[in-house]
Each structure stands twice: as structure tokens, then as C-alpha cells.
């Protein structure tokens, strides 16, 4: 009975931007947490992407919902995670009726919309990136908290060497023994300069422990916060009643060493999204919008379903839109692979991120923000990265469990070591050391940061998994087999054929290329470079026509050449005879036939 009622769960799926996961242990608070909510059916966080792809039942909670308990975790949300430049990063979530609902399949998906009045959109309004949040790194970006870690760490970093300079470490290293500043005793001087080393460098350790905590979990942060404080509170203790071996310097070193890890590894985390930025990219941050008779430029982000869209030679289609006058080429090989372009004439649908190659096109646009097919390409991908392979749950699972281990070996060792007679100094410098050894964090971040690498470059590449169980298969593959030859190109087309027929081949490539000089379209691009490549002399064409998507008629020399498609050849009367044999050949084998027709009744 309770399969058939998890099969009767309707399932919408969410991408969520999550600022301020640290560690990779970090990730089991948010998915602690939304896990015990209702509604909600699976979380998958990913700490290098900082996103989380929730799966849940639009009947029962929404996405603001699920934003509302990020934020209690003690992370910044700030939504959906969209390109900020198609989508308002101020639209809130619609409610999941069904009327706002995109249904794909078995999963429906949510869209956004800005919900400020028109008024509003010229102030300027702080973005979730732009605030600050929860545990001190809430709606930062990666860069920012990478900085962010960085001035901890170098503050952590002075402040050690100058405690270990005054410890009695630093004297046996040193060989000399510097007087302590204001008359104080050394080890109330190391508290002093202790202080901005937990308080500040260290406090996102606490910060994130208590989170952790109250998430009813453990993770990296409980184990660096617990060898921290408990080797500054000894500390502080053994000052405050009257001196003795104290343990500032290690407190302090420990929290500079881990502080230095992190912010490398936070660089290297920025890298992997490098990939998935260059995607997000591919939209235009700006888009010309016709609005009574006038052409107005406005941030993508706030072209409305309906809006007209004036988009000129050259540029790229900012959303997806329906041609309604003009014609063109364009380019759609980012979302199709196909390396030809596609004719568009009115009636025709566009995609937003396509470039538009020749003509002048005015669009209605029908699909914007999350809608587009760009904004779904990069959902797609965001979830096979936040998606995770087997070895990497059992990696998640192990996480949990090494902390634990952990903290109970340091306590143990603690206990063994006072039990067999040493001072309380010695066994919790040996308790402090367990602790730091084993934790796991590393388990937690080798394969999600594997996955972003692996599946952003594979998007850039025009390759999209649809999640990590595919990518980890795909290393078994042993064969390949495709069902369309038209789509395995070189991504630019080239001369392979010339068949020549009553005139001699050098001079058809003279005249064609002359007229193909004239042109844009990547075909007519590659005959240009075979012609050059074949040293054939230039000559000039005159009364230059373009016919859109059929080709191209002007006068070379004297001569009328036209160059183009069987439609072109039909509409001109001229009949191809022999060639049209050889131009089915030629299509079998997966290449693309342009013909010419010279008329060579005219002298030169």
C-alpha cells in the first residue's frame, strides 16, 4: 500500500542556490533537515556548485517553502538557481497550481516571475549575491567566500607566528627569549593574541558546529570546532587559574593549517564552475524590445511572454520567441549540434542563446526566464552535478560515521592517556591530534567536484548527463551507436566534392566562389576556403541577390551564376540531369550537395 501511495506523489523538481556550505560534510544539514519536512521527497546537496536539487510534492509545500528552510538551517537562498541574467534574481516562485505548472514527463517544472511593480525595476536593489546572510557567508559567491577564507586565514596565520614566537616551542626553535609586551605573562599575552584567532578566523568553525548540531548530524566543522575550543578553553582555563602549559599556539596553528586548506580548496571549487558559468553565459544580458513603435533596451531578465524582440544581424536571440517578420539564418548549433544554420522565416519558433546570422528578425517572445530552453539545458546539467553516484552516497554515509569515530577516539584517548599517568596537557594534545587526523572532509568533496568537472565540460562540449549514475557508467561503454550522421560533424563544413559538368572544374570554382565571397552562410564560407586553398584567381560579382534559405544569384564576368539549394535550381528552371544521381549519393553518405549553375550562353 505504500508503494502505490509513493507512485500517486506528484513529483516537481527545484534546482536551489545555496550559499555558505563550507565543508562537504556540510551538505547532510540541508539534507537533514528539508528530508524531515513533508512534501519532500529526496535532497541532493552539492557543495562545489553551492546548489541542491530537490525533489517534492507541489500539493503539499512550494519552493518558497523550501527557500524558508534553507534559510533556517542557518544557509542563504536565494531561489532557484537560474542564470541571473535570464531570470530576476527578485522574482519569487509562482505557487504550483497547475496552470503555472510545465509538466515534462512524470516531473513538472517551476517557473518564476518578478513580482515588483514596473516602478521599481530602474531602483537598485540589492542581489542575494550582493547581501550578506546566515554564518557569515550566506549570499556570498564563490570568489567571495574564497576571499572571505583567505583574510581569515591571514589573519589566523600573523597572529600564530607571533603566539608561537612567545610559547616556549618558539624559544627552543628561535634560541632566544623576546620580553613580553606590558609587563604581562607569556601565556596571558598568547590569550590576547589568541583572541581574533577564535573569535574571527575560527568562528565559522562554531558557527557551522552548532548548525551541524541542531541539524541532529555531524559533519567537518563539529570536529575542527571541537579540536579548536577544546584546546583554547584548556588554555584559557589554566591561565585564568594561575598558569601553567597551555596550548594557544596549537589551537591557533591548527585553525591557520585547516583555514589555508580550505581557501585552496575553495579556489579549486570556483574552477570547477567554470564550465557551468561559461553556459550560464551563453544568453545575452541585454535584449531590445520594441514598446510603441520605440526600441527600448532592458536586461533580459525582464522581457515578458509577448514582448517583440528586435534582433539584428550578428546578435545573439535573447529568450525563446515565435518570428513574426524578417528572415534569417541562424545558428543552433549550441542546443542542436547541427553546424548548418537553420532558414527562419515569420511562423518560424526560435531559441534563446542561438545567433542570429544575416538578416533582421522581429520575435514575440513565448518563452522566458525559467521557461527557456537555455534555463532548462542548465537545470539539466545543475542536476546531474548535484546528482550522486553510488560510490559517492556510500562516501556521504561513511562521512557521518568517520566523524563520529572521531570524536569518540579523542575522548578515548584523552581518558587512556590520563588513565596511564600523563598530565592533562600531554593527553589533550594527543586527543587534539586524533581529532584532526581523521576527519573525513576530503572523502566528501573528491567526487562531487570529479561530477562538476566532468559534467560542465561535457556541456560546453554540447554532451549533457543526464546524472552521475550515466557518468559513471559511461566508463564501462565499450561501443557507441548513434542514429543520426548529421549531427556528427566537425562542427564546421568543408569542400570534400566538386563534380564539374560542361565546364572545366578550376573555372566553376572561380565563378562560384566569387558569388559565394558575397555571402555569410557557413557553406558559402567553406567553398571560399576551398577556392583559396586551390589557388583559383578572385574574380568580382555584381547584382548580388540573396535568396533566403535557398542561396544565392548574381553576375560573375559576364556570366548569371547561381549557387543554392534543388529549391533554387527548380525556381531559376534549371534541370540538375546527372547531378541529381550523384547529389542522392552524396546524401547518403551524410554530406550536404550545393549546386551551381553557370549560364555560358554570354561572353565573358
Given at each position: 500500500?505504500?508503494?502505490?501511495?509513493?507512485?500517486?506523489?506528484?513529483?516537481s523538481?527545484?534546482?536551489l542556490?545555496v550559499?555558505?556550505?563550507?565543508?562537504?560534510?556540510?551538505?547532510?544539514?540541508?539534507?537533514a533537515?528539508?528530508g524531515?519536512h513533508?512534501?519532500v521527497?529526496e535532497?541532493e546537496?552539492?557543495?562545489?556548485s553551492?546548489?541542491?536539487?530537490?525533489?517534492?510534492?507541489?500539493?503539499?509545500?512550494?519552493?518558497?517553502?523550501?527557500r524558508?528552510?534553507?534559510?533556517?538551517?542557518?544557509?542563504?537562498?536565494?531561489?532557484?538557481?537560474?542564470?541571473?541574467?535570464?531570470?530576476?534574481?527578485?522574482?519569487?516562485?509562482?505557487?504550483?497550481?497547475?496552470?503555472?505548472?510545465?509538466?515534462?514527463?512524470?516531473?513538472?517544472?517551476?517557473?518564476?516571475?518578478?513580482?515588483r511593480?514596473?516602478a521599481e525595476?530602474?531602483?537598485?536593489?540589492p542581489?542575494?549575491?550582493?547581501?550578506?546572510?546566515?554564518?557569515?557567508?550566506g549570499?556570498?559567491?564563490m570568489e567571495?567566500?574564497?576571499?572571505?577564507m583567505?583574510?581569515?586565514?591571514?589573519?589566523?596565520?600573523?597572529?600564530?607566528?607571533?603566539?608561537?614566537?612567545w610559547?616556549?616551542?618558539?624559544?627552543?626553535?628561535?634560541?632566544?627569549?623576546?620580553?613580553?609586551?606590558?609587563?604581562?605573562?607569556?601565556?596571558?599575552?598568547?590569550?590576547?593574541?589568541?583572541?581574533?584567532v577564535v573569535?574571527y578566523s575560527?568562528w565559522i568553525?562554531?558557527?557551522g558546529?552548532v548548525?551541524?548540531?541542531?541539524?541532529?548530524?555531524l559533519?567537518?566543522m563539529?570536529?575542527?570546532?571541537?579540536?579548536i575550543?577544546a584546546g583554547w578553553?584548556?588554555?584559557?582555563?589554566?591561565?585564568?587559574t594561575?598558569?601553567?602549559?597551555?596550548?594557544?599556539?596549537?589551537?591557533?596553528?591548527?585553525?591557520?593549517?585547516?583555514?589555508?586548506g580550505?581557501?585552496?580548496e575553495?579556489?579549486?571549487?570556483?574552477?570547477?564552475?567554470?564550465?557551468?558559468?561559461?553556459?550560464l553565459?551563453?544568453a545575452?544580458?541585454?535584449?531590445?524590445?520594441?514598446?510603441d513603435g520605440?526600441?527600448?533596451?532592458i536586461?533580459?531578465?525582464?522581457?515578458a511572454?509577448?514582448?517583440?524582440?528586435?534582433?539584428?544581424?550578428?546578435?545573439?536571440?535573447?529568450?525563446d520567441?515565435e518570428?513574426?517578420?524578417?528572415?534569417s539564418e541562424?545558428?543552433?548549433?549550441?542546443?542542436?549540434?547541427?553546424?548548418?544554420?537553420?532558414?527562419?522565416?515569420?511562423?518560424?519558433?526560435?531559441i534563446?542563446a542561438t545567433i542570429?546570422?544575416?538578416?533582421?528578425?522581429?520575435?514575440r517572445?513565448t518563452?522566458?526566464?525559467?521557461?527557456?530552453?537555455?534555463?532548462?539545458?542548465?537545470k539539466l546539467?545543475?542536476?546531474?552535478?548535484?546528482?550522486?553516484?553510488p560510490?559517492?552516497?556510500?562516501?556521504?554515509?561513511a562521512?557521518f560515521?568517520?566523524?563520529?569515530?572521531?570524536?569518540?577516539?579523542?575522548?578515548?584517548?584523552?581518558?587512556v592517556?590520563?588513565?596511564?599517568g600523563?598530565?592533562?596537557?600531554?593527553?589533550?594534545?594527543?586527543a587534539?591530534?586524533?581529532?584532526?587526523?581523521?576527519?573525513?572532509?576530503?572523502?566528501?568533496l573528491?567526487?562531487p567536484t570529479?561530477?562538476?568537472?566532468?559534467?560542465g565540460l561535457?556541456?560546453?562540449?554540447?554532451v549533457?548527463?543526464?546524472?552521475?549514475m550515466a557518468?559513471?557508467?559511461a566508463?564501462r561503454v565499450?561501443?557507441?551507436?548513434?542514429d543520426?550522421?548529421?549531427t556528427?560533424?566537425?562542427?564546421?563544413?568543408?569542400?570534400?566534392?566538386?563534380?564539374?559538368?560542361?565546364?572545366a572544374?578550376?573555372?566553376?570554382?572561380?565563378l562560384?566562389?566569387?558569388?559565394?565571397?558575397?555571402?555569410?552562410?557557413?557553406l558559402?564560407?567553406?567553398?571560399v576556403?576551398?577556392?583559396d586553398?586551390?589557388?583559383?584567381?578572385s574574380?568580382?560579382?555584381?547584382?548580388?541577390?540573396?535568396?533566403?534559405?535557398?542561396?544565392?544569384?548574381?553576375?560573375?564576368g559576364?556570366?548569371?551564376?547561381?549557387?543554392?539549394?534543388?529549391?533554387?535550381?527548380?525556381?531559376?528552371?534549371?534541370?540538375?540531369?546527372?547531378?541529381?544521381a550523384?547529389?542522392?549519393?552524396?546524401?547518403?553518405?551524410?554530406?550536404?550537395?550545393v549546386?551551381?549553375a553557370?549560364e555560358?550562353?554570354?561572353?565573358?
Amino acid at each position: 500500500m505504500s508503494e502505490n501511495l509513493e507512485d500517486l506523489k506528484e513529483r516537481s523538481t527545484a534546482v536551489l542556490d545555496v550559499s555558505g556550505v563550507q565543508w562537504a560534510s556540510e551538505q547532510n544539514v540541508v539534507a537533514a533537515v528539508l528530508g524531515r519536512h513533508p512534501g519532500v521527497i529526496e535532497v541532493e546537496v552539492n557543495p562545489v556548485s553551492q546548489t541542491a536539487t530537490v525533489v517534492f510534492d507541489p500539493r503539499v509545500t512550494s519552493v518558497a517553502e523550501l527557500r524558508r528552510w534553507v534559510e533556517e538551517c542557518g544557509y542563504h537562498c536565494a531561489g532557484q538557481s537560474v542564470p541571473a541574467h535570464v531570470c530576476d534574481p527578485m522574482a519569487e516562485p509562482d505557487p504550483p497550481a497547475d496552470d503555472h505548472a510545465h509538466h515534462q514527463g512524470t516531473a513538472t517544472v517551476q517557473t518564476v516571475r518578478d513580482v515588483r511593480p514596473p516602478a521599481e525595476h530602474d531602483k537598485h536593489v540589492p542581489s542575494p549575491r550582493e547581501a550578506m546572510g546566515h554564518g557569515g557567508h550566506g549570499g556570498m559567491s564563490m570568489e567571495a567566500m574564497a576571499a572571505d577564507m583567505r583574510n581569515r586565514f591571514l589573519v589566523a596565520a600573523v597572529l600564530s607566528v607571533l603566539i608561537t614566537i612567545w610559547s616556549p616551542m618558539g624559544r627552543e626553535m628561535l634560541g632566544l627569549r623576546l620580553p613580553v609586551p606590558l609587563g604581562l605573562r607569556e601565556d596571558v599575552w598568547a590569550l590576547l593574541l589568541s583572541l581574533p584567532v577564535v573569535f574571527y578566523s575560527s568562528w565559522i568553525f562554531f558557527d557551522g558546529a552548532v548548525r551541524a548540531l541542531r541539524a541532529r548530524t555531524l559533519d567537518m566543522m563539529v570536529l575542527v570546532a571541537v579540536a579548536i575550543g577544546a584546546g583554547w578553553l584548556y588554555s584559557v582555563y589554566i591561565t585564568l587559574t594561575g598558569g601553567g602549559e597551555v596550548f594557544y599556539e596549537a589551537a591557533a596553528m591548527l585553525a591557520t593549517f585547516v583555514l589555508l586548506g580550505h581557501w585552496l580548496e575553495m579556489r579549486a571549487r570556483g574552477g570547477a564552475n567554470d564550465a557551468i558559468r561559461a553556459l550560464l553565459d551563453l544568453a545575452p544580458p541585454k535584449a531590445l524590445v520594441i514598446r510603441d513603435g520605440v526600441q527600448v533596451e532592458i536586461p533580459t531578465a525582464e522581457v515578458a511572454a509577448g514582448d517583440i524582440l528586435l534582433v539584428r544581424p550578428g546578435s545573439k536571440i535573447p529568450v525563446d520567441g515565435e518570428v513574426v517578420d524578417g528572415g534569417s539564418e541562424v545558428d543552433e548549433s549550441m542546443v542542436t549540434g547541427e553546424s548548418l544554420p537553420v532558414h527562419k522565416a515569420p511562423g518560424s519558433t526560435v531559441i534563446g542563446a542561438t545567433i542570429n546570422r544575416n538578416g533582421t528578425l522581429r520575435v514575440r517572445a513565448t518563452k522566458v526566464g525559467a521557461d527557456t530552453a537555455l534555463a532548462q539545458i542548465v537545470k539539466l546539467v545543475q542536476q546531474a552535478q548535484n546528482s550522486k553516484a553510488p560510490g559517492q552516497r556510500l562516501a556521504d554515509r561513511a562521512a557521518f560515521w568517520l566523524v563520529l569515530v572521531a570524536l569518540v577516539g579523542g575522548a578515548l584517548t584523552f581518558t587512556v592517556w590520563l588513565l596511564s599517568g600523563a598530565a592533562a596537557g600531554t593527553a589533550m594534545l594527543f586527543a587534539i591530534t586524533v581529532v584532526v587526523i581523521t576527519c573525513p572532509d576530503a572523502l566528501g568533496l573528491a567526487t562531487p567536484t570529479a561530477i562538476m568537472v566532468g559534467t560542465g565540460l561535457g556541456a560546453r562540449r554540447g554532451v549533457l548527463f543526464k546524472n552521475a549514475m550515466a557518468l559513471e557508467t559511461a566508463a564501462r561503454v565499450q561501443a557507441v551507436v548513434m542514429d543520426k550522421t548529421g549531427t556528427l560533424t566537425k562542427g564546421e563544413p568543408e569542400v570534400t566534392d566538386v563534380i564539374a559538368q560542361g565546364i572545366a572544374e578550376h573555372e566553376l570554382l572561380r565563378l562560384v566562389a566569387a558569388v559565394e565571397r558575397e555571402s555569410e552562410h557557413p557553406l558559402a564560407e567553406a567553398i571560399v576556403r576551398h577556392a583559396d586553398r586551390a589557388e583559383v584567381p578572385s574574380a568580382q560579382a555584381v547584382t548580388f541577390e540573396n535568396v533566403p534559405g535557398h542561396g544565392a544569384i548574381a553576375e560573375v564576368g559576364g556570366h548569371r551564376v547561381v549557387v543554392g539549394n534543388r529549391r533554387l535550381m527548380d525556381a531559376e528552371g534549371v534541370e540538375p540531369g546527372e547531378l541529381a544521381a550523384r547529389r542522392e549519393e552524396l546524401a547518403a553518405g551524410g554530406r550536404t550537395a550545393v549546386f551551381a549553375a553557370v549560364e555560358t550562353g554570354r561572353p565573358p
